[in-house]
């Protein structure tokens, strides 16, 4: 896969199903193209965000600064906003956090801000030490996979792909039992694009401890759980849905596994991400529920949408490729909080499928014990 460069003439030969930029560059005076970067970063891909269609969406920069200000203010008393006026963050983060104090909100909000202050120069010591030579083998062989058409990545030993070997590589010498999981560095690069090395560390540390327990372990159990979960909430939400899928037998762990671990970095517009990311650091957890819902909703449901998948293939393949351009990042949050299903629900069924598991090891466990006799 091509490198690309802010300025630089993109080579005609890159491809890939994420990474193609026809149509999204200017031509130079010597006939070649040139790519436009647009305002996260992006030089073309599914993340690229068109200019002309993002304004649409642009808040007016006095209701911006606004937002900037009552988030300054936050900053400057967390602990009791957290602590009494937890609602009023919450529909804060809703709404999305102002592009400028994103960076500190997601520290703050994640606790990684403390955890970094507790722990200093804990990072540099963790790069010092030699790490794991397989573990350095196979973060060095992912690192050109992770947005290669964002400027900050697209160079080949540039200095994002410098700084995300760092975090990657103290995040092995940090939890040597969970080592490295490739689903961790589009985590990392994300957090790069917005912070310090150091302080993407301790945010991806946050990441993993405290909203996604158990997801990098080896057998990956925690994300085949939250798969069963999903189900059993979307037979709620969306019961047309539900039966179609097990009538199918698509199962959730083949559509719902990089939405969850990626944290939907992978899969959808850019300015969604954001807004997710921004309400999953929030409530944790239960926002990828949420949104991971809506999108099976908003892509199965309604008008011939079920007719049209006729097979378990096709309706594979449209829960692996979600249009990019079926909604916003307004609409997704706004269907996401219109489901009618609430924290209960989600810790009901948590606990009905942890239940049925117990009960299936127990049948397994008699059945083994009665095959030895």
């Known amino acids: 896969m091509a490198n690309a460069n802010p300025g630089e003439p993109m080579d005609s030969a890159s491809d890939g199903s994420d990474e193609e930029v026809s149509g999204l560059g200017k031509s130079s005076a010597n006939g070649s193209v040139v790519a436009n970067v647009d305002r996260y970063g992006f030089m073309g891909g599914k993340q690229y965000t068109n200019p002309d269609t993002e304004d649409v969406h642009r808040l007016p920069p006095e209701v911006l600064r606004k937002r900037e200000i009552k988030w300054l203010d936050m900053f400057e008393n967390w602990e009791k906003w957290m602590s009494k006026r937890f609602k ?23 606790g990684s801000k403390f955890v970094m202050d507790h722990n200093k120069g804990r990072f540099e010591k963790y790069l010092q030490l030699p790490g794991d030579p397989k573990s350095l083998d196979e973060i060095t062989k992912d690192l050109h996979r992770q947005f290669p058409l964002h400027e900050m990545f697209s160079k080949q030993g540039g200095y994002g792909q410098e700084d995300l070997f760092l975090v990657l590589k103290a995040y092995t010498i940090y939890n040597p039992a969970e080592g490295y999981c490739q689903a961790h560095a589009p985590i990392a690069a994300v957090l790069l694009m917005h912070m310090p090395a150091e302080q993407a560390f301790w945010c991806l540390v946050a990441i993993c401890e405290k909203y996604l327990p158990g997801y990098y372990s080896p057998g ?15 037979k709620k939400t ?3 849905v539900y039966k179609h899928l ?3 037998r698509v199962e959730p762990i083949m559509y719902m596994t990089e939405w969850f671990m990626c944290v939907f970095t992978r899969n959808l517009p850019w300015a969604c991400v954001l807004r997710i990311w921004d309400m999953f650091l ?4 239960k926002v990828m529920f949420r949104i991971a819902l809506v999108l099976i909703k908003m892509t199965l449901s309604g008008g011939d949408k ?8 096709e309706t594979l393949e449209k829960l692996r490729n979600i249009p990019m351009d079926a909604f916003d990042e307004e609409t997704l949050a706004r269907e996401s909080l219109k489901l009618n299903i609430n924290e209960s629900d989600m810790e009901k069924e948590h606990q009905r499928q942890i239940g049925k598991r117990r009960k299936e090891k127990e049948k397994g466990s008699r059945s083994s014990k009665k095959n030895k006799t």
């Open 306 to 313: 079920l007719a049209e998948c006729t097979s378990f293939y």
């Open 88 to 110: 009023k963050v919450k529909d804060r983060c809703r709404k999305g956090i102002p592009a400028s104090v994103r960076p500190r909100a997601w520290q703050f909000l994640c």
């Open 246 to 248: 097990k009538k199918q």
């Open 282 to 285: 929030c409530e944790g957890v």
């Open 220 to 234: 990956l159990e925690a994300i085949q759980l939250d798969g069963d979960v999903l189900f059993g909430l979307l």
């Open 238 to 240: 969306s019961p047309a």
